[in-house]
Structures are given as structure tokens and as C-alpha cells.
């Protein structure tokens, strides 16, 4: 019985060992706004190639924060230049849960939007100093949110020029 038990723990540790594995790097930068309650959100950011078109997809997770059928992106750096995106709706899906308080059961739903931006080769450098601003044209809402530091340019900087490397290097 030794060794079944012994067999058991092994596994369960490759099972684990397997999981950290498989969770890798993260492969997009976000930050969570919470201005109000109401419209509170988690705004994600990554960048991706497709038939050599470089792409900021942005993904808005909230509880009534959508994207309208042409949204718009746009972008202050720390040096005082503004890039505008004209993008893609994406999808738009809602999560429900819900919890139990005190006997009484409470819904919770969450929106998760999601749209694509196109960015010129010729505007990766633009990220290179970082982002001091963004606005996303959302519904009902405009989401605006101003950086004290920079929070996703150097990343989205990095990743840009990364999708664009690896076509050429396959």
C-alpha cells in the first residue's frame, strides 16, 4: 500500500508540476478602472500579426461597457502626440453568476467586449515612450484614463515589434 500512496503523491505532483506549465507568460497587460462602482472596469491590451496587418486587440471586461460597431482608440504619449485607431468590433458576450447573501440569491453579470485596432509599422515607435492616455469610444460610456506613469506602452512597444519579427523569421 506504500507505494500506491507513494505513485499517488507523484502524481498528483506532475499533474501540478504540468498546470504551471501550461499558464506561461501572460500575453497582455491590463489595468482595472474603477472610477464608479457602476462603471467600473478591467481593460486588457495585446498585440497580434494577421496577413501581415499588425493589431492592438483590446479587450474591456465590466459590467455595461460595450463596443460600438466602429470604435475608435486613442492614445497620448508622454512626448504630447496623439495616435487615433479606427478598430473592429470583435464580440461582445455576458457571463452571469450569481452569490447567495444572507438567503437571498444576487445576480451578477459581466459584459466581456472585445474589438481589434490596426496600427502602421511606421507607428510602433509612438509606444516607445510610453502612453500617458487612453480613450476607448465604449457604450454607454466613453472610457478615459489618464497614466502617471506608463503602464502599457512599453509593452504593447515590445509586442508590436515582435508580431512583426515573427512572420519574417518563420
Do not use: W
Amino acid at each position: 500500500m506504500k507505494t500506491f500512496n507513494d505513485m499517488k503523491r507523484a502524481l498528483i505532483f506532475f499533474a501540478f508540476v504540468a498546470f504551471l506549465a501550461s499558464c506561461g507568460p501572460a500575453k497582455s497587460v491590463s489595468y482595472l478602472y474603477k472610477p464608479l462602482a457602476a462603471e467600473g472596469c478591467e481593460v486588457s491590451y495585446s498585440a497580434v500579426q494577421q496577413d501581415g496587418q499588425l493589431y492592438i486587440v483590446v479587450t474591456v471586461k465590466s459590467d455595461r461597457l460595450v463596443f460600438n460597431d466602429t470604435p475608435t482608440l486613442m492614445l497620448r504619449n508622454f512626448e504630447d502626440k496623439v495616435l487615433k485607431l479606427d478598430g473592429t468590433n470583435l464580440q461582445a458576450r455576458t457571463e452571469t453568476s450569481g452569490m447567495l447573501i444572507s438567503n437571498v440569491y444576487v445576480p451578477i453579470s459581466e459584459l466581456n467586449a472585445m474589438a481589434q485596432f490596426p496600427v502602421d509599422i511606421a507607428d510602433v515607435n509612438f509606444f516607445k515612450s510610453g502612453i500617458a492616455k487612453v480613450r476607448l469610444t465604449t457604450v454607454p460610456i466613453v472610457h478615459e484614463r489618464a497614466f502617471s506613469r506608463d503602464l502599457i506602452g512599453n509593452y504593447l512597444y515590445t509586442e508590436l515589434l515582435g508580431a512583426y519579427s515573427s512572420e519574417s523569421t518563420f
